[in-house]
């Protein structure tokens, strides 16, 4: 028999299968992206408000039963699927109510009635959501609990599977993705937040950039007057690529292992890099506006402002919890990270660049919580007791960033740091004004401690089978197209095409590469006004030709 841990994630899915009697993994299986359109978790509960509850879970069944396909064993010898995730996630996944999540405002939600909406863990049967799809008569399915309604699974599981719990003193953890969850703990009490990182501190949205997979560079370091890559293989392990000269584009040595992209921890390393190396004097100016790291390999001026956004969200969020918190900037001894990008990413030009506070003298680096958590649940679900039984302890206050003045101003100046250059000495005086203490200077020297090589450190006997096509293609009419086709040339990702059948036209849209509302050029440019994403139905059998 076998049971499977699956970690549904803002960027992608990640899954294994497990031999329950050995309790071994026998295969992993991820996804190169998420099946909903857009790049951030505010774009998927945005998607499923307009387009429909019921698409976005159907997207979500799709893809999860591509994953499970590639495992190549009997639906019937599957026992059972723990799955992890943030809420909104959750909820898509398993069809329940969503509107709490998308309306912060609590007379908002009790006009909707759907205020203070229980998650609680649940063990059901799987065919209640793969019936229809993928039938499997003896499996069930577990969730973990919520700790309130914005505290999802992965914000548990990044305090059980750390030893963020068991510190005495103030310690703060972070799953680092483009939705990057965190907590802080002072003595028995934890504040949680969330900061809208968005898709560049996974590669997304960036020239050249890609989920962490194969081919990714990952890290890069100096070696002499030139940069040694870093890239992932096919073990998702770090391994050296290629030695070049990042301001002319030159190999100066080749390896066996070729960069095809860069995930959000390379770019991160590049900017560090530059930043320390001189070879940018004032952000986000990079020399002659770019930096070539391989064969269409280039990092611009936009990619560093992207980066600095995110980068920017979590070092204020970060801030504004130990500044809501009141304690001393001194008092943080702890810094724990979790998720791929806490996992693959230079801890030490993390905290260079600031998406780990500087000044804090120890940093942990976890791999993937949210899996490591689903799988202990799917192992043994009677864990579930004790799951419920911390989230009851876990007296968690959440900090709303978005209606917070503090976190507010720190992103001002986060912001003109980066896309102004603006000097340090004059971002001090600025966080004074808005009263504000002045953050300390970066430490000299701290303790890094590595726990684990990659993201998931063991992958199973038969490694890593990676999942690229998980799109399903959307279908909504579109009355009154004149044939224009300016839609699909719009389209950055090449998502859109128009078809006319029986007389009818339609627009059919590849759910995967759609950026959904961080975007919405297609829905802009159209003379008649006739494409509306809320009108979107799935439709199986057409494959855009891409």
Known sequence: MYVIALDIGTSGFRSQLIDLEKQETIKTVITMGHPLPGGNVMDHLDFAINTGRDVAHGLMVEAVKKVLERFDVDPSGIQRIAVCGNPIQLSLFQNTEIRDLAYAGESKQ???????????????????????????????????PAIKHEIGADALAMMMETDFLEQDGPCLVTDYGTNAEMALKVGEKIITASAAAGPAIEGQGINCGMLAGPGAISDVNTEGDYWRLIVLNEKMEAVKGDLVDPVSGKTIESSDTQARGITGTGVISTIALAIKEGLTEKLPHLPEGRIILGDSIIITDKDVEEVGKAIGAILAAHMTLMIEAGIDYSDLKYVYMS????????????????????????????????????????VDPIRLCDVMQIARKIHADHLMMA??????????????????????????????????????????????????????????????????????????????????????????????????????RFANIDSQHCLGTSCRRCVAICPEQTMDHSKLKIKHFLKIKR
């Open 110 to 144: 009790k006009n909707l009635g759907v205020y203070n909406v229980k998650r609680d863990a649940r063990i059901f049967p799987a065919n209640e959501i793969f019936k229809k799809t993928y039938p499997m008569n003896n499996c069930e399915i577990v969730v973990p």
């Open 339 to 378: 998720g791929a990008s806490g996992t693959y990413v230079d801890a030490e030009k993390a905290r260079h660049i600031g998406s780990v506070p500087g000044f804090v003298e120890n940093i942990v680096q976890f791999g993937n919580t949210s899996i490591g958590l689903a799988r202990k649940l799917a």
């Open 403 to 504: 209606t917070s003045e503090t976190f507010k101003d720190i992103y001002i100046c986060e912001l003109s740091y980066w896309q102004q250059g603006m000097p340090q000495e004059i971002y001090d005086e600025m966080i004074k004004m808005y009263n504000i203490k002045p953050f300390p200077p970066k430490l000299e020297k701290v303790n890094i401690e590595r726990r684990v090589s990659r993201d998931i450190d063991d992958v199973g006997k038969k490694g890593l089978d990676i999942v690229k096509d998980i799109g399903t293609i959307l279908e909504g009419p579109v009355e009154k197209c004149i044939l224009c086709h300016k839609c699909e040339k719009e389209c950055p990702e090449d998502a859109v095409v128009i078809t006319e059948e029986q007389g009818k």
